[in-house]
């Protein structure tokens, strides 16, 4: 859904800004966040004595995002450099009375905006999980309804040793499942407040610094820093890294469902609503549309991960530039992570798997991509008359003349004297059907598909 306070809504935010997690990191949750701190620090404060305890309630009473108008901060913003000076202003001169003298008490801008950071993250983490959830879910399912469907392994995009097509839901699963471990991880490690004042020290507070930096912590949900990040950058560096990890399991199922779905393959299809995968032109077309806008969505992560890692260098105790560099490709980057997995969760919601299409694609190649099963078994059923080499040139010399035209590769093999001495043509037809040479691929679909049932059924989620 489009924010009308987060810029220029509208045209693309549709595709490029998909999901629940977009509403997460609008201007609003931003400025909500921001003032989530600045309440939270007068608790903390009035718990510790600082302030008193009806000044923190009129301060708290005060810090709603529906109060304040985003764009109106961002145009002040330029003043002091960034949007939290002028929240503070704004929110100082709605609270009543004198205390209002005790608002954003001993912090400093920076304490604002990066604690607001995290917050929009484990925000934007819990809903980023519980769409990967339903994408775990689903690629369990498909890997267990599937885990006997034969399909042709690829490599470098040429037919190889047949897979099944449980056997390649389980290797998207299981990028899903160390993405959301990674994500885990973070959220429950790496997420923590900032608060350390003008340079990190807390002099402003005096003796009492830790106490409340533990009691907003607190507060807010968020772990406690063994002291200030504000130049100590890795904590920002980390979510990139999760978020770009993400992208990148996502990306990966994305490409391998467009290309399973072209017109020479079909052996997938999405079957959406009603004008979903048309063209302006070809009303033939049935494009796999969800799956290229998770695609395109993901793609645009590693330059924002780049941006981030290229901004973690901060000079002394606060950043000339280093800092506000990061705002726009850290929000980009969680945008464009939810919408990837949001559309990934659609595409396989509307996947629609051809096993017919599959084996007849097996087929094609009259059982070439069994040559190495071939080759196998006549090494062992020579008992060591023939070696590896002899054995295999002789199937390759099979396989090349089936290519050229020169016979069906079965005949051609039993015809071969080398061949023909060692193996018979039953057992060579036995030898290339594709669901006679899948090796582990059973046991391992099994593997994967109960880790995420453990997974599931224990609760391990990052919200």
């Known amino acids: 859904m ?57 301060i708290e009473s005060e810090c709603r995002a529906a109060y304040y108008d985003p764009a109106a901060l961002g145009a002040a913003a330029v003043g002091i450099g960034n949007p939290a000076g002028p929240l503070v202003g704004a929110l100082t001169a709605r609270v009543a009375g ?78 899903v499942l160390a993405a959301r471990e990674r994500l885990a991880a973070v959220r429950a490690q790496r997420l923590a407040v900032q608060f350390g004042g003008a340079v990190g020290t807390l002099a402003a507070l005096g003796d009492n610094g830790i106490d409340v930096l533990e009691r907003l912590a607190g507060g807010l ?33 994305a490409r391998d469902l467009t290309l399973l779905a072209q017109t020479e393959v079909a052996e997938i299809a999405e079957e959406g609503p009603p004008g979903s995968g048309g063209s302006s032109t070809m009303p033939h077309k049935r494009n796999p549309v969800a799956a290229v806008l998770a695609a395109a969505a993901a793609a645009q992560a590693p330059g924002l991960v780049a941006d981030l890692l290229a901004a973690a260098a901060h000079d002394h105790q606060r950043a000339a530039g280093s800092w506000h560099a990061e705002w726009r490709p850290y929000r980009e980057l969680l945008r464009t992570t939810g919408s990837a997995v949001h559309w990934l969760r659609i595409a396989l919601d509307r996947l629609r798997a051809d096993p017919v299409r599959m084996r007849a694609n097996l087929d094609r190649t009259g059982g070439l991509l069994l040559a190495e099963n071939v080759s196998v078994e006549l090494l062992a059923a020579s008992g060591g008359a023939l070696g590896r080499q002899q054995a295999g040139a002789a199937v390759t010399a099979c396989c090349r003349a089936a290519l050229s035209g020169a016979g069906e590769l079965a005949e051609l093999l039993a015809a071969d004297a080398t061949i023909g001495k060692y193996l018979s043509r039953s057992r060579i037809d036995e030898l290339l059907d594709p669901a006679g040479y899948l090796g582990s691929a059973r046991e391992f679909v099994t593997r994967t598909v109960l880790r995420w049932h453990e997974v599931r059924d224990a609760g391990e989620d990052v919200g």
């Open 221 to 253: 949900g968020l772990a406690v820093p063994l002291l200030p990040w504000h130049t100590e950058r890795s904590r920002i560096t980390e979510v990139a890294a999760a978020l770009g990890q993400t992208c990148g399991a996502v990306a990966k199922i």
């Open 2 to 58: 489009s924010d009308p306070a987060a810029g220029d809504p509208g045209l693309f935010d549709g595709i490029l800004a998909a999901g629940p997690v977009a509403a997460m990191v609008g201007d609003r949750a931003w400025v909500q966040a921001m003032l989530d701190f600045e309440g939270a620090l007068a608790r903390a404060e009035a718990d510790t004595g600082l302030i008193p305890a009806g000044a923190a309630t009129a």
């Open 98 to 175: 004198d205390a209002a003298g005790y608002v954003h008490l001993g912090a400093t801008s920076q304490d604002v905006v990066d604690t607001a950071a995290m917050l929009v993250t484990a925000r934007a983490l819990a809903a980023l999980d519980a769409e990967l959830r339903a994408v775990a879910a689903r690629l369990a399912e498909l890997a267990e309804t599937h885990t006997d469907t034969v399909l042709a392994g690829r490599s470098l995009l040429q037919q190889a040793t047949p897979i099944t097509f449980g056997f390649a839901a389980a290797g998207w699963l299981g990028g």
